[in-house]
């Protein structure tokens, strides 16, 4: 190129190169903002996707708690598996120690009260185990049939027979344990009963069945069944609710283990009919929560198999 044709260049003042200093300066720091505003934008979005819609309560919480969360989801983000892994594990541990449940116990509780002797559940369609095993002690009075409970029903029966004296009530135990032999000649002297008033047999035995027990059907083989009179009324029967006795018992009963099992109103669960003389031992801590449920025995314990899982 001719020496002439080249283009003649100016030389810059010191303010001029301040200037251009300055804005190739504001240049790069707009540039770096750009691209870190698309980053943080499209985490942000990212996220948005993935979080769920927060609730009323969620929305009112306090920005401390917003900020963790959002933070746990960077980590999880960051490093996955560590803090989903501890949630997922609390959580497992918090569903089993949940109370969240009609009868506000703990799996581990339900599973410990379903597994007390003193729970078996005895009835029509639960046949008494083959391997359930106790000791007796006699506790009847001198007109029972049967005389004798578990040894722990026992106890409980005689300390709660001083309560109602000390009252000025008299409570007798006029039928405890039953062997299953014993229970066998009950249940066909009463299926005879029906049959000698003209039913089938087939129908005899089911007629039979909501009064007396099937053999090892019937909870008095477990020994831990009383059947309860006074001297206001000796027989077991219905009459027996309007003694003083059998409003004692309803009143008191439960501090020493007892619970009226066939109540009334319950008969289509319990398939057995109002027994007001009825009595069964189930120990005092368990007495007091079946009581204040409300519930009758079979709806109680089908509620801690829900629980327990």
């Known amino acids: 190129m001719d020496q002439q044709h080249r283009p003649t260049h100016r030389r810059?003042?010191?303010a001029e190169v301040r200037r251009r200093r300055r804005s190739r300066a504001i240049r790069r720091v707009?540039?770096?903002?750009?691209?870190?505003?698309?980053?943080?934008?499209?985490?942000?979005?990212?996220?948005?996707?993935k979080a769920p819609v927060p609730s009323a309560s969620a929305a009112g919480a306090p920005a401390s708690s917003a900020a963790s969360e959002t933070n746990g989801l960077l980590t999880d983000r960051l490093f996955p598996g560590s803090a989903a892994e501890s949630t997922s594990a609390a959580a497992s541990e918090g569903a089993e120690e949940s109370r969240d449940n009609a009868l506000g116990l703990t799996k581990a509780e339900a599973a410990a009260m379903l597994a007390d002797p003193m729970m078996v559940l005895v009835n029509h369609t639960n046949?008494?185990?083959?391997?359930?095993?106790?000791?007796t002690k006699e506790c009847g009075s001198q007109t029972a049939v049967n005389k004798t409970l578990?040894?722990?029903?026992?106890?409980?029966?005689?300390?709660?027979?001083?309560?109602?004296?000390?009252?000025?009530?008299?409570?007798?135990?006029?039928?405890?344990?039953?062997s299953v032999k014993y229970q066998t000649g009950l249940?066909?002297?009463?299926?005879?009963?029906?049959?000698?008033?003209?039913?089938?047999?087939?129908?005899?035995?089911?007629?039979?069945?909501?009064?007396?027990?099937?053999?090892?059907?019937?909870?008095?083989?477990?020994?831990?069944?009383?059947?309860?009179?006074?001297?206001?009324?000796?027989?077991?029967?219905?009459?027996?609710?309007?003694?003083?006795?059998?409003r004692w018992l309803c009143e008191?009963?439960?501090e020493y283990g007892f619970i009226l099992r066939y109540p009334k109103g319950a008969e289509d669960k319990t398939e057995i009919t109002y027994e007001p003389w009825h009595w069964r031992y189930v120990g005092r801590e368990n007495a007091a929560k079946i009581s204040t449920s409300g519930l009758c025995f079979e709806d109680y314990t089908a509620q801690l198999h829900a629980i327990a899982g």
Do not use: I
């Open 187 to 246: 249940y066909e002297r009463k299926t005879k009963y029906y049959t000698d008033r003209g039913y089938d047999t087939a129908t005899a035995k089911e007629m039979a069945a909501a009064v007396v027990n099937p053999p090892g059907y019937s909870e008095h083989n477990c020994g831990l069944a009383a059947d309860l009179n006074s001297p206001e009324h000796t027989g077991l029967d219905e009459g027996f609710e309007n003694t003083t006795a059998f």
């Open 127 to 135: 046949k008494m185990p083959d391997n359930y095993t106790f000791d």
């Open 252 to 254: 008191h009963a439960v």
């Open 12 to 14: 810059l003042t010191r």
């Open 30 to 49: 707009a540039g770096l903002t750009a691209v870190v505003c698309l980053v943080v934008g499209g985490a942000a979005f990212l996220l948005n996707r």
């Open 150 to 178: 578990q040894t722990a029903a026992c106890d409980a029966f005689l300390e709660m027979q001083k309560a109602a004296a000390a009252d000025g009530v008299t409570v007798w135990m006029q039928s405890g344990y039953r």
